[in-house]
């Protein structure tokens, strides 16, 4: 089963239960295979430890009902952390204004790595500024984003 099927079985349940589904992806660490889980809140305080627990409980819940996974698996459920990943649209959107750091595919102008504030985004392209200059992005294009941590406390 692939990681958007299990995201279109797990978003429901734990929208009811107050988290955003962030990403879901397997991956082998130490000859193990293990679907990771990111989610997130946006309740006073974030995350905690106790939310984690909760939603594994109905993340397995779901997938021991819902989800036909071939071969066993570890189930680890995290937050995105402060340098939260950026892939769907609305990640990006939601975070207009802050710093991010983005790998892309393809270089643009011999560059792939680009640091700046995000300015906008839209489904064809993601714009930021990088010094005194904006620079659009083609949204396809982009193979990593991440908030940059603001460590300003």
Request: charged share 25%; hydrophobic share 40%; net charge negative.
């Amino acid at each position: 089963m692939d990681t958007t099927r299990i995201e279109e079985l797990l978003t429901p349940s734990l929208t009811i239960l107050g988290f955003e589904l962030v990403s879901c992806q397997f991956v082998s660490e130490a000859g193990r295979r293990t679907l990771r889980v990111l989610i997130d809140t946006s309740k006073e305080g974030g995350l905690t430890v106790d939310d984690c627990t909760m939603a594994n409980r109905q993340i397995q819940a779901v997938l021991n009902a819902e989800a036909d996974i071939e071969t066993g698996y570890d189930l680890e459920v995290s937050s995105p952390g402060l340098d939260r990943p950026l892939i769907k649209l609305t990640h990006f959107q939601q975070f207009i204004g802050r710093q991010i750091k983005i790998k892309l595919h393809t270089p643009l102008e011999g560059r792939r790595h680009f640091t700046g504030q995000l300015l906008a985004a839209t489904m064809h392209s993601v714009q930021i500024q990088m010094d005194e200059q904006t620079i659009d992005l083609d949204f396809e294009n982009i193979e990593k984003a991440n908030l940059v941590p603001d460590l300003r406390f």
